[in-house]
């Protein structure tokens, strides 16, 4: 199993504030599972970081693997922006994040599942 982690789990984990989040974080760590995250994530966590933060910030995203933006990730980001930007509101962010998802087999966990309104997403649960 590929779980990609969106931006709104990975400001959980690393605040620990949500027992459940985290205790989920646990058992996916302890599992076979690869756990990837996007550089948009990287991005959007760095911009509303506390300097208090950036040293759980760095360590969480070692632990972790990145997912590449390429070109076929970037095309399919603006098919989906192209289908439901006026729909569903869904901004670039959300696009691109949802194009690695789906380009690297990955279930997504997120708790927007607003924001992916795409039928090829999976989510993880």
Do not use: C
Request: glycine share 4%; aromatic share 8%.
């Amino acid at each position: 199993m590929t779980v990609l982690v969106d931006s709104d789990i990975l400001i959980e984990v690393s605040r620990g504030r949500n027992a459940d989040i985290v205790s989920r974080w646990t058992d996916l760590a302890h599992s076979e599972a690869a756990v990837l995250y996007s550089p948009v994530s990287v991005a959007e966590l760095w911009a509303g970081a506390r300097p208090n933060e950036h040293e759980a910030l760095n360590n969480l995203f070692q632990a972790l693997t990145a997912t590449p933006i390429d070109r076929e990730t970037g095309r399919q980001a603006g098919i989906y922006l192209h289908r439901y930007r006026r729909s569903h509101g869904v901004e670039i962010a959300d696009a691109l994040i949802a194009a690695s998802a789906v380009a690297h087999g990955a279930e997504l966990w997120t708790r927007n599942r607003k924001h992916y309104p795409m039928k090829e997403v999976t989510f993880f649960d």
